[in-house]
C-alpha cells in the first residue's frame, strides 16, 4: 500500500463533489485534540469529534480549505470519529469544524478547534510576577515575551484541550510581551505551562518557551521544618547545609529563596530516624547565598501541590574573616633587625680589621 493511501485512508479523505452540510435541530457535537491543540512540527495528532449514539457519518472542516472535507464512519458505540494527522505540518494547521449526520439529517456545527504548529521560528520566554509558589488568595499572572516581535502570544497548560491567545504589546523598540491575568489562585492553576508566539493572524507558531512549573501551597497539612547547619549565620566561603525534615509522608522536598527568579530546588526525601528528611548543600557560599528561605513538601501523586511552608530562615553570608597578620609581621620585624643586627657587626670587624694593620705601620 502506498504512503499517499495510507494517509487518505487514515484521513478519510473524500475525494468525490463536495456535499453541503446543512446546520440541522441536532445538537452540536464536541470537537477535541489529543495530545493537544498545540503540535509541533511533523509529530503526530487525533482530532476527535463525539456526536450521540445515533450518528451514521462523521465530517471534518477546516476553515478556509480549498480541499474536500474529511468523513469517517462512526467508531463503536457509533458515538464518536478519529481523524488521524501522522505529521503535523502548516498545511494543516487552522479553525476545524465538524458535524455529525444520523436520521434526522446534520448536526450543528461543533464549536471551533484551532490547532497550530509549532517550532517555526524562535521560543519565547515564559515567567510568572509572583514566583514559582503560589498561595490561595493570590492574583497569578503569566508573563510571555520574546525579542523578536511577535504579534500575538498562546499560552498553553499540559493536559488542557484548550489554549489561551493575548495580542502582544510593545513596551519598547525590538520587544514584545502580553500578561495573562489567570485570576484568583486556585487548587486547579497548579500545573505546567508553556507560552507561544505568532505573527499577524497565522497559524504558525513559534517553538515552545522552556516549561514554568507553577506549584501551589498550603494545598496538605504537613509540618515541615528548616534548620541550617553550621548555623544562620557564615562565612563567605564556608559549606552550608540546610535540612528539610517532616513526620508526615513526603516524596519530594522543594526549597525556595525567597525574590529567586530560579525554580525552587527539589531533592528525593529519605526516611532517617523516624522522619523524613532531604539535605540541600551548599558550597562554598558567597554573599549571593544570603536571604530568605522555606521549605515545602509534595507528593509523587501530584507534584505540583505544596504542603504548608516552613517557618522562613534568614541566612546571613558575611565577608570573609579578616586574617590577623600581627604575630607574622613582628617575626618578620625581628628576624629583619636581628639580620641588621649581623650586618652591623661584621661591617664593625671589617673596618677595625683594616684600622689594625695602619697603626701597626705609624709605629
Known amino acids: 500500500m502506498t504512503p499517499t493511501l495510507t494517509a487518505l485512508l487514515c484521513l478519510g479523505l473524500s475525494l468525490g463533489p463536495r456535499t453541503h452540510v446543512q446546520a440541522g435541530p441536532l445538537p452540536k457535537p464536541t470537537l477535541w485534540a489529543e495530545p493537544g491543540p498545540v503540535i509541533s512540527q511533523g509529530s503526530p495528532v487525533t ?18 480549505s480549498p480541499e474536500p472535507r474529511d468523513t469517517q464512519n462512526p467508531l463503536e458505540p457509533r458515538s464518536k470519529a478519529r481523524f488521524f494527522i501522522p505529521s503535523m505540518t502548516e498545511r494543516h494547521a487552522g479553525r476545524y469544524h465538524c458535524y455529525y449526520r444520523s436520521s434526522a439529517g446534520w448536526s450543528e456545527p461543533s464549536n471551533p478547534l484551532e490547532l497550530v504548529v509549532t517550532g517555526v521560528s524562535r521560543k519565547p520566554s515564559l515567567l510568572t510576577l ?4 503560589v498561595a490561595p488568595g493570590e492574583t497569578l499572572t503569566l508573563q510571555c515575551g520574546s525579542d523578536v516581535g511577535y504579534d500575538r502570544f498562546a499560552l498553553y497548560k499540559d493536559g488542557q484541550r484548550d489554549f489561551l491567545q493575548h495580542p502582544g504589546r510593545q513596551p519598547q523598540a525590538g520587544l514584545s510581551q502580553a500578561n495573562f491575568t489567570l485570576g484568583t489562585v486556585r487548587r486547579s492553576h497548579g500545573g505546567q505551562y508553556r507560552c507561544y508566539g505568532a505573527h499577524n493572524l497565522s497559524s504558525e507558531w ?3 518557551s522552556d516549561p514554568l ?3 501551589i501551597a498550603g494545598q496538605f497539612y504537613d509540618t515541615v521544618s528548616l534548620s541550617v547547619q553550621p548555623g544562620p549565620t557564615v562565612a563567605s566561603g564556608e559549606n552550608v547545609t540546610l535540612l528539610c525534615q517532616s513526620w ?5 522536598f522543594l526549597l525556595t529563596k525567597e525574590g529567586a527568579a530560579h525554580p525552587p530546588l527539589r531533592l528525593r526525601s529519605k526516611y532517617r530516624a523516624h522522619k523524613y528528611q532531604a539535605e540541600f548543600h551548599m558550597s562554598p557560599v558567597t554573599s549571593a547565598h544570603t536571604g530568605t528561605y522555606r521549605c515545602y513538601s509534595s507528593l509523587r501523586s501530584n507534584p505540583h501541590l505544596l504542603s504548608l511552608p516552613s517557618d522562613p530562615l534568614e541566612l546571613v553570608v558575611s565577608a570573609s574573616h579578616p586574617q590577623d597578620y600581627t604575630v607574622e609581621n613582628l617575626i618578620r620585624m625581628g628576624v629583619a633587625g636581628l639580620v641588621l643586627v649581623v650586618l652591623g657587626i661584621l661591617l664593625f670587624e671589617a673596618q677595625h680589621s683594616q684600622r689594625s694593620p695602619q697603626d701597626a705601620a705609624s709605629r
Open 130 to 133: 509572583q514566583g514559582p509558589v
Open 206 to 208: 513559534s517553538a515552545p
Open 248 to 252: 508526615g509522608q513526603s516524596d519530594t
Open 213 to 215: 512549573d507553577i506549584l
Open 47 to 64: 482530532i476527535w469529534c463525539q456526536g450521540n449514539p445515533e450518528a451514521q457519518g462523521y465530517r471534518l472542516d477546516k476553515e478556509g
